[in-house]
């Protein structure tokens, strides 16, 4: 029994530490948004579907023998994809879907040992039932969640600090060989004792008991509405925070802590105590999508918070729907499937059907509408027909008010909205503010953080406001260097194009932008594009990998402004990412990144790196003046001695924060942005 729960074990701490670790490193490639990890984990639970189903298909059609002789096939060709190295498979394409390129990278870097290691968690069971090794195979359950929730935890506060991912991989890939040899110990166990049991008893004909179809509906529904749950409030955390691996572990954490609560006990999920805080949890979800921003500890506790208490009630529900031990690889391969539905859902569906971020809405829509079925057919069982009907009317009114009311908060439609539109790098959204005025402009908004604006009336449309108005810092640096002949500008993030107001008309200016519907929304709905007279190149694609295709650009001016909502954009401020713009950045050049932001200050940071860098920095803070001048706060660096000389710039430079020195550097292998909270 010993070999059977370590392999369990193995496999799916195993399991859970290659999600994160692949998902980092594939984060960079296709911008560091949050819609990274949503499609990772769709590919993660379609992988587990198909490991799923594979081990139901053995259990119900083959022997033990022949179970465990297929499955060390498939354990030795799992060994062609050893060890994982996703760094020599990428080739992002902005001109191609995201999402599939993700898909495909993934299958060809870790496709075989995922597959057959979420196989090996519901045959090991089966094999232990099968030859009499258990008498509780759910208990076996409970340990490979306890695994997975070791690995997830272990990766961000253990792992990823402590070792860098080219070695996260290796060790990854030759604990994965250990674990092959533990799973064909077991196999060759399970084939030599099964001559002497009997075997186990039919799973199908007229001797198996029958499920109910609304068994089936509610085995696959309560996973997907769980894993609905999961990613819309990882998304809603990401997309505002920054999309990192502890972001990422924490939801899926707590997640897998109510699989492994309820299932290890069915004394664990009392109706009474979770149903209560059931109702409290949706109040707490109102208030998040509706009310006042908290904090960004109080908003990831009360989100954990919420999390925690339905996922409990959805598991602890579907343990209670468990069926007998015969039937166990069905049961889960309907929660696996569940799960990929639910991934596919919000992963998939709802950027091609929504406009907007209505997930949670959707989740806890669904999650309430399960709990009073469940609970009106409890009702029917328990309650007398006098006292039963007028019990389950009241649930059913109770669940319709609810659900309109998320319908209701999901519409909340904006006056003067001109164009909304979601794809993977998120929802953008083009509004209007004092119409018909003199003062009327037009605003770019992705997510919850604005990303410029234009005025509409042709004496001001050519005005740089918002961030970038008069003594901004973009500002600034730009006019130091205005009486210089060719300017050649580099900037990454294109917004609606205000910074290109600056560049003249003997200038060239290179912008990087990721998102396609940016660069159409900038030259649709606003004029600085078209209004330019500079030379300008727009290169769609991650900065990143677009810079270090080229040769050297000798920028004089590079500017970064490539914040998604107010996400931060982890991969484009590592010392990596810098010593790259300096190559591209000529001796004397200026780099200005804007660093406006709800949660975090970053002028700790890039003034460590200024000084690991040789370069001096300066911070330009200005207040916000009107509805078109808003406040900004832009980082210079540079090694340009008679820029940082002007007296303006060294009285910035004196009412700048010290440094104390305690802000570790970004690297491509570590950051950590909660130590820039606010």
Known sequence: MLAFALTIFTSAFLLFQIQPLITKFILPWFGGGTAVWAVS???????????????????????????????????LLALIQIPISPSELYGFDAAQNPTLQILNLLFRTIGLPFFVLS?????????????????????????????????????????????????QAQAWSVTFAVFIALCVYCAFDTASRSKTHSPAPPTSGVNAPRVPIVSWLLWLMLPATAVTLLLSVTNQLTRDLVSIPFLWVLPLSVYLLTFIIAFDNERWYRRRLFLPLFAFSLAWIFYLLLGEALNVTWTIIVFMFTLFVLCMVCHGELYRLRPTANQLTGYYLMVALGGALGSALVSVLMPIISDRYIELQIAASMATILVVLLLMKHVNVKASLTAGIPMQVALAIGATSIVLAFVQSARNEEPDIVYQARNFYGVLTVGRDNAGTS????WLRNGNSYHGAQATTPFKKSLAITYY?????????????????????GMIGLGIGTAISYAGVQDSVKVYEINPDVVAIAERHFTYLADTTADVKLVLGDARLSLEKELPQAFDIFVLDAFSSDAIPVHLLTREAFELYLKHLKPDGIITVLISSWHFDFQPLLTEMARALGLQSVLVSNASNSAQQWGSRWMILTKNDQFMSQEFIQLMQQKMPESNGKVRLWTDDFSSPFQLLK
């Open 469 to 489: 108005s008069p003594g901004s810092g973009i500002d600034i640096a730009m006019s130091f260097s205005t009486g210089q002949p060719k300017r050649h500008i």
């Open 119 to 167: 196989a090996t968690a519901p045959l090991i069971q089966a094999w232990a039932s099968g030859i009499q090794a258990t008498s509780n195979p759910y208990r076996l359950y409970a340990l490979s969640n306890v695994a997975a929730l070791a690995a997830l935890l272990s990766y961000p506060f253990i792992i990823e600090p402590m070792f860098n991912r080219q070695l």
């Open 439 to 442: 003062e009327e402009f037009l």
């Open 41 to 75: 984990m769709l590919f993660f639970q379609s992988c587990l579907v198909a490991g799923y189903g594979y081990a139901h298909l053995s259990v119900r059609y083959l022997g033990l023998r022949k179970q465990t002789q297929l499955h060390s096939v498939f354990l």
